[in-house]
């Protein structure tokens, strides 16, 4: 499995748009890339996910490089709420690859957004 | 209507006990996972299962033993409990088209 490269911690203000950035440089052309979060004391959530297109949902925007060797997950406007740590995970598929299943965690980005 | 329920929430326990975690879940997955959480917060995969049939073992001790009685439950039975499987216990679930993982609120072990 691809490994993933995050700053240990960054700091955003309430209201800004925070950029997350995640190196992959290892990526192969089958793998995902993931992004999760972890609220302290909670169980991770999943936040969005993509392969090689640029994607958006309702939580945040994935930017995906031309070679896919890095990414950025932007959070538009964050709020105290997304105080977290923020895990970029590369992944194959399940299926069909029967190992797809897992994520393998790094040590993610610690969030702090303030007032 | 939690989506990923997990019980004991704490778990305290002496070094030697036998203990199970259960995990059950409502939103009809066929796979479901066990990851932990050590002290320094790395999240590590253990076991997955699918359609109760077990796709994915880390190496685990075999102190650690997952049970799917059907697919909407993966209990965690861990035998001769250790100082070092003190720890946070997370289940999660997906649905494999989707590829989504979704995680229970977790289970804190503490092994005394």
């Known amino acids: 499995d691809a490994k993933t490269t995050q700053p240990p911690s960054m700091d955003c203000a309430e209201g800004r748009a925070a950029n997350l950035p995640c190196n992959h440089s290892?990526?192969?052309?089958?793998?995902?890339v993931y992004w999760y979060r972890q609220i302290h004391s909670q169980g991770p959530q999943y936040i969005i996910h993509g392969l090689k297109n640029n994607e958006t949902n309702e939580m945040a925007s994935l930017i995906i490089t031309e070679d896919r060797k890095s990414s950025t997950l932007i959070l538009p406007h964050a709020t105290l709420r997304d105080t977290a740590v923020y895990y970029c995970?590369?992944?194959?598929?399940?299926?069909?690859?029967?190992?797809?299943?897992?994520?393998?965690f790094g040590q993610g980005t610690e969030l702090s957004v303030k007032p | 209507d939690t989506a990923v329920s997990q019980t004991p929430k704490y778990l305290v326990t002496q070094m030697g006990n036998d203990k199970s975690i259960k995990c059950e879940q409502n939103l009809g997955h066929d796979t479901m996972y066990w990851y932990k959480q050590d002290s320094k917060k790395f999240l590590k995969i253990m076991f997955s299962y699918n359609n109760k049939e077990l796709i994915i073992n880390e190496t685990v001790p075999n102190r650690f033993s997952p049970k799917s009685p059907d697919k909407a439950h993966l209990n965690l039975h861990i035998n001769s409990l250790e100082l070092g499987d003190s720890a946070v216990y997370f289940c999660?679930?997906?649905?494999?088209?989707?590829?989504?993982?979704?995680f229970g609120p977790g289970t804190r072990l503490l092994v005394l």
């Open positions: 290892t990526i192969s052309g089958n793998e995902y």
């Open positions: 999660a679930s997906s649905q494999d088209s989707e590829e989504t993982q979704y």
């Open positions: 995970i590369v992944r194959l598929p399940h299926p069909p690859y029967n190992q797809g299943g897992k994520l393998i």
